[in-house]
T-cell receptor, first 113, second 111 residues
């Protein structure tokens, strides 16, 4: 079992609200990632971090922001949620060693109404 | 752009072997082939990976052609719980490189 957790699992929120999606891992992994996935579509990388105080944008442009103040914690924030942000958000982590697999959380399914 | 090409869907009878192909004709010497699967939009689950030798673990076998331009994931005895989207990913052998997903193959196992 992977020790990476996302909360909440499901979130329905009104337009204009600020939200933070939580992602935590207890494996001591340096590398962490956020992916966005619309129903029936592939995963798109939106943010990644190679360690504390390191954050980078991924291949898919996103209005969300991330922070990495602690190794185990990589929250994603939307300052003002819109219906276009409705999607599933998946967090993953990986060690800093070559040739290792990534572990994924169960995802947060976000609906903005 | 994804570096791999997979058929969009495949069917398999329960108890039979499922052979999922992947084309990665532009793979470079330091790139690994990883396989993940995603069941009902849950978080993707790691299956297996390899560089050039065939690999086997408790879940599956990975056969990589000698020229490394294609590979096949084999689930030896498919069950209904193996119904999922299977992703073949080529990634450099660099510490912590993010995985870039394509569209994958939807495998449907039926009784």
């Amino acid at each position: 079992e992977a020790d990476i957790y996302q909360t909440p699992r499901y979130l329905v929120i009104g337009t204009g609200k600020k939200i933070t999606l939580e992602c935590s891992q207890t494996m001591g992994h340096d590398k962490m990632y956020w992916y966005q996935q619309d129903p029936g579509m592939e995963l798109h990388l939106i943010h990644y971090s190679y360690g504390v105080n390191s954050t980078e944008k991924g291949d898919l442009s996103s209005e969300s922001t991330v922070s990495r103040i602690r190794t185990e914690h990589f929250p994603l924030t939307l300052e003002s949620a819109r219906p276009s942000h409705t999607s599933q958000y998946l967090c993953a982590s990986r060690t800093g060693t070559r040739n290792t697999e990534a572990f994924f959380g169960q995802g947060t399914r976000l609906t903005v109404v | 752009d994804a570096k791999t090409t997979q058929p969009p869907s495949m069917d398999c009878a329960e108890g039979r072997a499922a052979n999922l192909p992947c084309n990665h004709s532009t793979i470079s010497g330091n790139e690994y082939v990883y396989w993940y699967r995603q069941i009902h939009s849950q978080g993707p689950q790691y299956i297996i990976h390899g560089l050039k030798n065939n690999e086997t673990n408790e879940m599956a076998s990975l056969i990589i052609t000698e020229d490394r331009k294609s590979s096949t994931l084999i689930l030896p005895h498919a069950t209904l719980r193996d119904t999922a989207v299977y992703y073949c990913i080529v990634t450099p052998n660099q510490a912590g490189t993010a995985l870039i997903f394509g569209k994958g193959t939807t495998l449907s196992v039926s009784s």
